[in-house]
């Protein structure tokens, strides 16, 4: 099995960069039509035409994709400690976290919105976030691929299967 990590960010100039700071391309370790570069894409779309977005607002808008939406994923607000998908390592370092996934556990996904607190360094944050998820949390199912992407203070993160569809 291949897991796909990839960290993007965009610069204030524009420019994409991953968290160690090299040149990336749109949609770079994803695999092209996956749910994971399908989400990332919207993500990026919400977060460039809205204007002061709340974590709850992203989610909620992303579970209605409809690469995820015959899966009744509901988006819920969340408090930093223990989350699904990471073992025994506790996120912390933002104000506002917001999860969704599908009614029925069975199906390998889980997906998150964090607004970043004012003094979170986001490479770090995403850099536990990656070090920690396990893509088997589900035990029974496994995810295939995770991806991170940033925007601004706003990070997205998920764990998926490559498609939802029977």
Do not use: Q
């Not at 160690?20 to 035409?49: C, M, R």
């Not at 370092?93 to 997906?111: L, Q």
């Amino acid at each position: 099995e291949e897991t796909t990590v990839a960290t993007e960010e965009t610069t204030a100039e524009g420019e994409e960069t991953t968290a160690e700071g090299e040149e990336a391309t749109e949609g770079e370790g994803t695999t092209e039509g996956s749910v994971a570069s399908t989400l990332v894409a919207a993500f990026k779309d919400i977060v460039a035409n809205g204007t002061d977005l709340t974590a709850l607002a992203i989610g909620e808008e992303l579970a209605k994709n409809e690469v995820i939406a015959a899966a009744s994923m509901g988006a819920m607000e969340v408090e930093a400690g223990f989350l699904s998908g990471f073992d025994n390592a506790e996120i912390t370092g933002f104000d506002a976290g917001v999860m969704f996934a599908p009614m029925i556990g069975t199906i390998p996904f889980v997906g998150y919105v964090f607004t970043l607190s004012e003094g979170t360094d986001v490479v770090e944050f995403v850099k536990t976030l990656e070090e920690n998820a396990n893509l088997r949390w589900n035990i029974c199912t496994s995810a295939d691929e995770m991806v991170s992407a940033v925007e601004g203070n706003t990070v997205f993160f998920v764990m998926s299967p490559m498609s939802l569809e029977a």
